[in-house]
């Protein structure tokens, strides 16, 4: 099977996306897996797939698997980047594309200079939906907000959705944090029933930010757009960011805002692409 693809990044998350809209594409786990390697194959940190929507009023429906092969629901840089390949594959003339994944609706805005502005939708607290046990779990309550121990981990997180689960550490010093220590204990943890996304988070200021995301199966990336506004997020609930803030990652720099708490989270950033070729799986 020879497969045409298309290699990108946001702020240095990077995917190889896959062309649906013309005819269905089923690849196996392996196949899947072959792609996402960076010595087998042509290495990223997700494989996005878009396909056309069935849904009146939306424009398309887009899949993301991990390079392990497990498909999973959401991932903010990969929006992104799924805006700037359909626009410049001529697969839409519009500027502002709805999108449908596994499990949301999204609204994506491709502005002037480039950058993609996403309509995250709100984030969502429910700790059943999350999911994440809470049970025989006394959190610390900042600002209201909470705080949960992970004794056995040696941290404590605020824990949220952005249509996949979170969970959010603040630390003094984000290049000097455990991640690859902590980071695969906390993803893994007994409580996330569906494993979790761990956040780093170093605050500089109200508006401005430091952050690393030790990832669902995919490991430290270089940046996370979910992870970004559930960080965000969770330091404006615990009372020490403002609704507007810039998120420096390792890979590049995110704007993420949250108007109010009723509000969708709003994130603004780059898109990139790489090279196009051909691989035979």
Known sequence: MRLRFTKMHGAGNDFVVLDATGAPLALSREQIRRLGDRRLGVGADQILVI?????????????????????????????RCFVRYVVDH????????????????????????????????????????????????????VNGFELWPLADAGVEVAVLSMGNPHAVMRVADVDAAPVAAVGPRVESHARFPRRVNAGFLQVLSRGEVKLRVYERDAGETLACGTGACAAVVAGI??????????????????????????????????????????IEL
């Open 237 to 278: 609930r615990l009372g020490w960011l403002d609704r507007r803030v810039e998120v420096h990652a390792r890979g590049g720099d995110l704007l993420i805002e949250w108007p109010d708490d009723s509000a969708s989270v709003l994130m603004t950033g780059p898109a990139v692409t790489v090279f196009e070729g051909e």
């Open 51 to 79: 396909e056309r929507s069935t849904t009146p009023g939306v424009d398309f429906r887009y899949r993301i698997f991990n390079n392990t092969g497990d498909e999973v629901e959401q991932c903010g840089n990969g929006s």
């Open 90 to 141: 001529g697969l839409t003339d519009k500027k502002t594309i709805r999108v449908e994944t596994v499990n949301n609706l999204l609204e994506l805005s491709l502005a002037a200079d480039g950058r993609v502005r996403v309509d995250m939708n709100r984030p969502v607290f429910d700790l059943a939906r999350v999911p994440f046990d809470a049970s025989g779990l006394t959190p610390r309550l």
